[in-house]
């Protein structure tokens, strides 16, 4: 049973709570928290383990979550477990911003709680807990690998929205970590748009050569990424105009990168896009995986 | 047996030879020559038709060939056939020029014969002959449709490089005409680059404005395509330069156009890159003309 073994695995983290367990596709979805020294707050997050975990770690793939999401929302409308299941891959869903009564806020959705925005935020009252690119780029894999019979050597990074952002630019900035970066309408060029520069100026400063490590077309100009690289958008998407992904799209071809940039017809921002094209992004990603 | 019914079938066709007839895949691929109104020479074509197509009409799709091929190459290179078959659609493979000792011709690989690029010529001494756009859009089509069990109603068109231009900027021009359009390393933006800016200006004068209708970035950028689009571009094409992929993804993605523009790694722009995804491009027109 999977959970026995989980459970001694569990108590190499430290402080690490299970919130919940579910048995789903003969794996294991569970939600977990811990206290993040990165975020200065309990953070919590989902995982699902397909059943060969049982016997042997597995490949990981790291789904990031857009603008308003928890852990929660990827995890119970996404439909990413049936196809991990028959990969044999587990699923990691983070949550999108630190959180809680001490957490600085902003009634906006945009900026502040569950819009972390994956950036390293320098600016008060940011700063304090602000910190999601360490935390998922660094403190959660250090539990994650510690903890879970998953492979730090076959890892992939995936994400929607402003979580696409956040997957293909730390996909970008760790060569050799991610085998393959998937996005469903990610947010290309947040430097030149308002679902950007309004929380960059928020948590980075107005001085924008900062922005700039955190912008997926820049990084695709100045460097791409080692492995394949899949996108789809919705044409029908509210938000065409600030995820820009003509931008993206033009520099994906114009330093030649390895990946597909497709423009779904009808199809908008929600996740009854995103779970229609999950089938063929888990299925990318095992791919590169099982490479 | 086919060729006894295609045999009656191009009674209806004036002045059409049958050059070639062999069992392909459980259907037929033929050769066939006529004398052709609009290029002012004998020109041949290729025509796979799949088994169903001896008891009844199929559709078909057309495949518009590159620099310096004939109706040939494509046919016998590309592997189109047993998809083809499976998918039950047919498929054409015109000439790329006008031919023949009465035609002007250039030494250079790009302009004169077997480099056509789907114009009409305006220009001497190239206009008497160069009428390919006509050939392609109307004259084949309609012996073509008046001399084999294919269906008019459900068309879809393809090509590779000089052809996947022609594709392209023929889907556009149609609207209505073929369900879904596909191109490997299409020749992006011609009146950019060398290989559109030369030839151009040799059909059609020094009157830029006139190029525009066969640029396929420009039609993007100004009416797009009323279906789906695939593009597959081999990431390791010694021609990129000159394709300039990127300025139709980013024109694509600005229109919002249905489809997908994919860069594929380590391969370039021979016959062995466009037989590798034959299969993807067979079933992805085959998906729209079945719809």
């Known amino acids: 049973m999977a959970s026995v073994e989980f459970e001694a695995e569990r108590g190499k983290g430290k402080d690490m709570k299970t919130i919940s367990e579910n048995r789903a596709y003969g794996g294991v979805q569970g939600v977990y928290s811990h206290t993040s020294e990165a975020c200065g707050c309990d953070m919590t997050f989902g995982l699902f383990l397909p059943e060969e975990a049982e016997t042997q770690p597995v490949p990981v793939i790291w789904y990031l979550s857009g603008l308003t999401c928890t852990h929660e929302n990827a995890m119970v409308k996404a439909g990413a477990q049936?196809?991990?299941?028959?990969?044999?891959?587990g699923?990691?869903?983070?949550?999108?911003?630190?959180?809680?009564?001490g957490v600085a806020d902003d009634p906006a959705y945009d900026v502040?709680?569950?819009?972390?925005?994956?950036?390293?935020?320098?600016?008060?009252?940011?700063?304090?807990n602000f910190r999601m690119w360490d935390y998922v780029t660094d403190e959660l894999p250090r539990i994650l690998f510690n903890a879970f019979p998953v492979e730090e050597a076959r890892q992939s990074i995936m994400g929607h929205s402003m979580g696409g952002h956040g997957a293909l630019?730390?996909?970008?900035?760790?060569?050799g970590r991610y085998r393959s970066v998937s996005a469903f309408a990610p947010i290309a060029h947040p430097t030149a748009c308002d679902w950007g520069r309004k929380p960059f100026a928020a948590y980075l400063g107005p001085d924008e050569s900062?922005?700039?490590?955190?912008?997926?077309?820049l990084l695709m100009r100045k460097r791409g990424f080692d492995g394949p690289i899949l996108i789809d958008q919705g044409a029908a998407d509210p938000y065409?105009?600030?995820l820009m992904p003509e931008k993206l799209a033009e520099a994906m071809m114009a330093r030649r990168q390895n990946g597909a940039f497709r423009m779904q017809k009808g199809y908008d921002h929600s996740y009854f896009f995103v779970s229609t094209f999950i089938e063929d992004h888990i299925g990318f990603h095992a791919a590169a995986l099982y490479d």
Chains 1, 2 share one sequence.
């Open 91 to 101: 699923i990691v869903f983070p949550d999108t911003s630190p959180r809680g009564a």
């Open 82 to 89: 049936k196809w991990a299941a028959e990969a044999g891959v």
């Open 169 to 175: 630019t730390i996909g970008m900035s760790f060569p």
């Open 210 to 217: 900062k922005w700039a490590a955190y912008d997926a077309t």
């Open 240 to 242: 065409l105009d600030t």
């Open 112 to 128: 502040g709680q569950g819009a972390g925005f994956y950036v390293n935020a320098t600016e008060a009252p940011w700063a304090a």
